[in-house]
């Protein structure tokens, strides 16, 4: 898979790029249609490139699975640190809850969460650890200027922020409004910055590492 994944990467710009995004867009098209059991045949027709080169650049459907999903995972939002954690979470945040309502996601976190294939799971969480470890940076990095309190852990706080805005177009069928994220993004604030204490039984109110 990797090996696969790595070939893939090699090959950039002109008639090979175009090819590349042609599959992977394809393939993505597919699962936001819910259609999980396409062929390779299949994206080969709908992206207009030969099957030869389809099963000689991809020769599985694992292979098309991590195409697409680098495809997908690449338009993910980025963190644009001003120095500002209320201001970039905010912002952050907001990009977040429109990227997790476009239906290709909506398809892609419906898959996950039926559990009907666990090897397209773990390509999706490996396709986004590379995202999860700049957010999780990003919060380190407020830790630092004392913006958010020490004890608090980067992965709980990105794990808070995520879990709603993912889940409400599965649950509710509708994603996060904007007074929900603000919501949302206060809540975060108040139980990590400096001033905010434990609860009654003096433990924290984020998880306890760094990690």
């Not at 949302?184 to 039984?201: C, K, M, Q, W, Y």
Request: aromatic fraction near 6%.
């Amino acid at each position: 898979m990797d090996a696969a994944a790595d070939r893939v990467r090699t090959r950039s710009g002109g008639r090979s790029e175009q090819v590349r995004r042609a599959v992977g867009e394809a393939t993505l098209a597919f699962l936001a249609e819910g259609q999980f059991n396409f062929t390779m045949v299949d994206v080969a027709a709908r992206a207009g490139v030969g099957r030869r080169t389809v099963y000689r650049w991809w020769p599985s459907r694992d292979d098309l699975l991590v195409e697409a999903l680098s495809t997908h995972v690449r338009k993910a939002p980025t963190v644009i640190d001003t120095g500002s954690w209320e201001r970039d979470l905010r912002t952050l945040a907001h990009k977040l809850a429109e990227f997790a309502s476009d239906p290709i996601e909506i398809a892609i976190s419906s898959i996950m969460a039926g559990g009907q294939n666990q090897v397209f799971n773990a390509l999706v969480i490996t396709q986004w650890e590379p995202s999860m470890n700049t957010w999780r940076e990003f919060v380190r990095r407020a830790i630092d200027r004392g913006e958010v309190r020490a004890e608090c852990s980067p992965s709980t706080i990105v794990n808070s922020l995520l879990a709603p805005m993912f889940l409400a177009p599965l649950t509710l069928r509708r994603s996060m409004g904007e007074a929900d994220v603000d919501a949302l993004v206060d809540l975060l604030l108040s139980g990590t910055g400096p001033a905010a204490g434990g609860n009654r039984e003096g433990v924290p109110l984020v998880g306890p590492s760094r990690n």
